[in-house]
C-alpha cells in the first residue's frame, strides 16, 4: 500500500502563487505515470497535470501555462508550481497515480483563489 500526502494549500490572491507538494510513502514514480487532481465545489474531480515516469509533463488546457508539474525521485515527491492563479482555480488538490488508483487517494490540500 501506497500512502500520498498533499500539501502546500492555502489562500491567495488572484495572480499569486502556490507550490504544491505530494509525498508518496514509497517510491514509485519509476513505476507509474503521477497526475495532480482537483474537485471544485459541486464538479467532478478532474486531472489538471501529468508526468510520466520519463518525465514528460501533459496539462488540462485550463491550466497549461500556468501550472507546472514536476518530480523529484530522491524525496519521492511530487511538485505543483502554480502561478497566476484565478478564482476558477479554487478547488481541493490531490495526487495520484494517472491513471488513478482508488486506494491511493490522500486527504488532498484546499486552493483558495479570492480577494
Known amino acids: 500500500q501506497v500512502q500520498l500526502v498533499e500539501s502546500g494549500g492555502g489562500l491567495v490572491q488572484p495572480g499569486g502563487s502556490l507550490r504544491l507538494s505530494c509525498a508518496a510513502s514509497r517510491s514509485i514514480f519509476k513505476i507509474y505515470a503521477m497526475g495532480w487532481y482537483r474537485q471544485a465545489p459541486g464538479k467532478q474531480r478532474e486531472l489538471v497535470a501529468a508526468i510520466t515516469s520519463g518525465s514528460s509533463t501533459n496539462y488540462a488546457d485550463s491550466v497549461k501555462g500556468r501550472f507546472t508539474i514536476s518530480r523529484d525521485d530522491a524525496k519521492n515527491t511530487v511538485y505543483l508550481q502554480m502561478n497566476s492563479l484565478k478564482p476558477e482555480d479554487t478547488a481541493v488538490y490531490y495526487c495520484?497515480?494517472?491513471?488513478?488508483?482508488?486506494?491511493?487517494w490522500g486527504q488532498g490540500t484546499q486552493v483558495t483563489v479570492s480577494s
Open positions: 495520484n497515480t494517472n491513471p488513478p488508483i482508488n486506494g491511493y
